[in-house]
């Protein structure tokens, strides 16, 4: 495919479009049970089908695990996911889930302040990377002329846990309203990946001033998807069933706007695998998409006011 030319989609992808349910297999479902409810503060739910959901309570889970202790780990360089993106809803639940991690045995691997969003990252035991950020307001996203301006700068921790009036006793549960806000993924190169996300599914350009990178989005939103060449220049996808992701959901709001995405991907001549969890497609470096409608009560947050 040639590069696209703009970078607003030619029929956009509905502005009300949010990122739903990661799905990844892991070597060991107990250890991971633990780091999640324990460093990350999700609940726990094992459904009939040995997967293990995570979430909140109530509604779709965060993240979906699958346990197989034999899954082949992929190199560094191989396509998939580079993180997970739990968004919280306030400066508060943030600095709260800082300190959930350092005593639930999750070491910070980095802290940044992206100027439209504060985030910390980490690990789960199995190297699958995860950030958890806060958003700041959206009349406050820095802009150069139509640009959306993004950075990656040191995070003030100290003003941050200053947020908490007893920092020595962490929460222990993840709050209500918390999501995933993103995923990031490792792609083979950038041209043909993003005619798939602009170009079929109707994701909007927000930056492409990060070298290597590109962050698309629906509704104005910094980025529902971040796709970066770092580490996979050319790198193919890691062998079915690895360790890391299986699929990431997109969640539009009605099944209307869901038939109109699926014309679109049918008539792109990309293949629509038929699942339980919905239309499985797969991007130009293999990453699993499931295409989907969001539950009804669920719809996106707003910005927080702090």
């Given amino acids: 495919m040639s590069p696209p030319s703009a970078t607003a989609p030619a029929q956009a992808i509905n502005p009300d479009t949010t990122v739903g349910t990661v799905r990844l297999t892991v070597t060991d479902l107990d250890r991971s049970r633990a780091f999640y409810e324990h460093a990350v503060g999700l609940r726990a739910l094992e459904l009939a089908d040995g997967t293990l959901a995570l979430g909140t309570g109530g509604g779709r889970p965060l993240v979906a695990l699958r346990g197989d202790p034999a899954a082949p780990v992929p190199g560094p360089r191989a396509t998939g996911l580079y993180h997970l993106a739990i968004l919280v809803p306030t400066r508060r639940d943030l600095a709260a889930a800082v300190t959930r991690l350092v005593r639930g045995g999750g070491p910070l691997h980095g802290a940044s302040d992206h100027l439209v969003s504060e985030a910390v990252y980490l690990s789960d035991p199995d190297g699958n990377g ?3 950020y806060r958003d700041r307001p959206r009349e406050r996203w820095p802009r150069a002329g139509d640009a959306l301006q993004m950075a990656t700068l040191p995070l003030d921790l100290r003003g941050l846990l200053a947020e908490l009036s007893d920092p020595d006793t962490p929460e222990r549960l993840a709050p209500t309203g918390t999501r995933i806000g993103h995923v990031h993924l490792q792609v083979a190169e950038l041209h043909e990946t993003e005619e798939f996300y602009r170009g079929v599914l109707g994701f909007e350009v927000m930056v492409r001033s990060y070298p290597g990178a590109l ?3 629906a509704g104005g939103y910094h980025h529902h998807i ?6 996979s220049a050319g790198a ?3 062998p079915p069933g690895s360790v890391g992701l299986r699929s990431f959901e997109i969640e539009l709001p009605d099944e209307h706007e869901l038939v109109a995405l699926l014309e679109r991907v049918q008539a792109a001549g990309i293949e629509i695998e038929r699942t339980e969890s ?5 991007d130009p470096s293999g ?6 409608m969001r539950l009804p009560g669920h719809a996106r947050s707003a910005p927080t006011a702090r």
């Fill in 130 to 132: 995860i950030e958890i």
């Fill in 215 to 217: 962050f698309v989005a």
């Fill in 226 to 231: 971040g796709l970066n060449t770092w580490h």
């Fill in 236 to 238: 193919s996808p890691p």
């Fill in 278 to 282: 919905g239309a499985l497609v797969r």
């Fill in 287 to 292: 990453n699993g998409i499931i295409l989907g």
